[in-house]
Each structure stands twice: as C-alpha cells, then as structure tokens.
C-alpha cells in the first residue's frame, strides 16, 4: 500500500493549532491575536462534536494564558512544546496513511527561505509526531506544509514560487521535486501554478491561492474589483488549473486589504476544514459573509463560520497556516 496523504476533508482524530506566545514577535497584537486563536479553536472543536483540539503553546505562561481564555470545562487541550512562531501548518510533522496504518514525516524548514530562523521551528514536527507515538520520518529536503495542497488521490497543487525558489532546494530540479513529493507523500500529479499573493513572505504558499475542495476540484478566488493587487494571479491560476484538467470553483476574493498602506496577503483561502467546521478569515471586507456562503454550500453536511483574524495575519499568515490535522487511522 501506498502511504499518501490524505485530503483535508478526511476524518481527523485531532488538529495541532499553534497559540501566540511571545510578546517580542507579537507586541500589541499578542493578546487580541490570542483571543482570535482560541475562538477558531472552539469553533473547530464545535464543543468537542469535532476532532480533539490541542493548541501548542511555546512556554508555560503562554499555556496559562490560553488555559483562562478556554475556561473551566473545556474540551480542548493545550500543551507546553518550545517553537519560534504559531505557524505549524509548515514547521509541524505531516502525517500520512495507507488506509490501515499512519506515518509521520518531518521535512526540513529553513524558515521561509532564510526570512526567520526562530529556535524550535525546525525540530518542533518530530517532537510533535512523538508525542502522539510516531517516529517521524526525516525527508532530506525542504518543504512546509502551506506550500502543498492534495486530494487524496495522489495530485497535489503548489506554486512554482515557491517550491521552484532558489531559496529552498537550489540544487533540486522541477522533476526531482515531483520524485520526492511522491517517495514522501504519494503524489503522483502536481499542478503547478505560478505566483502567490502580492507581498507574502512565504514566497507564494498555495493554501492562501487554491485549494482542494474534492477529488480533482479546486477552488481559486475571483479578483474583487479593478484594485484587486492579485487579481492576475488569480487569473493566471485558473488559466493553468484549466488547461491542466481540474474544475475550478470560484471563490471570492476580500480585495485590498492594507496595512500602513502596503497591501497584505489577506486571503479566504486560507480556512480550515475540520470534522464538523469549517472556518475561514474575515477581514471586514464586503465579501467576507459570500466566502463563507460559498464554502457552506460546497460543504453542506459541516458547519462553515467566518471569524475575525485581523490580528493573527500581522504574523503573516492565518487559521490554516497555524494549524496542522492529525487524520484518523
């Protein structure tokens, strides 16, 4: 049997979600950042009806903190394990099944092309993977999980952005790449795109362009308005989706969202499809309530919610980028 993995909407046994824990990074957006965390960690917990949340903490005053934001009673769980940053969508272990047994693999994590090395970052996926009883498996490259994204039936889709960067494997060709995606993850078709969103530091992580939302089905947002920074990039994508053979779903887009008048890679893309929840960013734009329209009506057997993470992007990134599936056996 193939050890592949599996598609976001697979059943979970739980989810690691990263929680803000140090104030140097953070600053003033540290609390308010926390408070975003925990409401999408009690909306994909959905009152323990979906997978077992476990928010990982950095050092045990954030773990209080996250502990008086949950209350008394609970059903998430939180855990003390040192890490850099809260994004372990790429720096967490990604965990694959062959139908009867689950494997961990660990890839290298550079930080983000040399952007931030943080301690912890890149020994965090084998530490996690541990705790659940699996040793991971070291793959000899570098690769973070928001760069892929998969089906289930073997095709992934990535950027050349930023799996072509020379940032990440200079020494490593277009086809070497597919041969390690599929020793590493059974992928055995990979959808190229070509840029991700205007000024993401990732260098063009997938999970905020398209997404998978079934077998062969892909969801790329439509550009908002005239002003849309990404609106070729958006088309660009559906181009390439298109000719490759997948049908594309559109989705709407926030816009231009600005931060000190730079526009920030705020995306609906970047929601997390849990057991009984789906939860996507909002950012106080105009389509924020049709994004979680088009999700519900593509997921009708979950519950979609939007929720504000304003706060969390500041980082760089949002729910999904800080969270990581552990699916079921």
Excluded at 2 to 31: M, T
Excluded at 157 to 167: D, F, G
Excluded at 243 to 258: D, Y
Aim: with cysteine; hydrophobic share 45%.
């Amino acid at each position: 049997m193939i050890f592949r993995q599996p598609p976001e909407w697979a059943s979970h046994d739980s989810v690691w979600i990263g929680f803000p824990s140090h104030g140097e990074l953070w600053v003033d957006d540290l609390a308010p950042a926390q408070a975003e965390v925990v409401a999408f960690a009690r909306a994909v917990s959905a009152g323990g009806k979906g997978e077992q949340v476990v928010l990982v903490a950095a050092h045990e005053e954030a773990a209080i903190a996250a502990r008086t934001l949950l209350g008394d009673g609970s059903p998430e769980q939180v855990i003390v394990a040192p890490f850099g940053d809260i994004w372990l969508r790429d720096t967490g272990p990604i965990i694959v099944s062959d139908g009867a047994a689950r494997a961990a693999r660990d890839f290298g994590f550079n930080g983000w092309g040399g952007k931030y090395d943080l301690p912890g970052d890149d020994t965090i996926g084998a530490r996690l993977a541990g705790g659940l009883g699996l040793s991971a498996a070291s793959c000899d490259w570098i690769l973070e999980g928001g760069a892929i994204d998969v089906d289930g039936t073997g095709l992934a889709v990535t950027t050349e952005q930023c799996l072509l960067n020379p940032n990440r494997n200079p020494g490593l060709s277009r086809g070497e790449i597919e041969a390690r995606l599929a020793r590493d993850l059974g992928i055995d078709r990979v959808l190229w795109l070509g840029e991700g969103l205007a000024n993401d530091h990732t260098d063009g992580h997938v999970d905020n362009l398209a997404r998978f939302v079934g077998p062969n089905r892909l969801l790329i947002p439509v550009a908002a308005g005239p002003d849309d920074p990404n609106a070729d990039v958006y088309a660009d994508a559906r181009a390439r989706a298109e000719a490759f053979g997948v049908e594309v779903v559109a989705m709407p887009s926030p816009g231009l969202v600005e931060e000190d008048g730079k526009a920030i890679p705020a995306s609906y893309m970047n929601f997390y499809i849990g057991n009984a929840a789906i939860v996507l960013p909002l950012y106080g734009a105009p389509n924020d309530g049709a994004a979680v329209e088009t999700l519900q009506a593509l997921f009708p057997d979950r519950v979609v919610t939007g929720h504000e993470a304003g706060h969390v992007l500041t980082g760089g990134g949002s729910f999904h980028c800080i969270s990581q599936q552990v699916p079921s056996q």
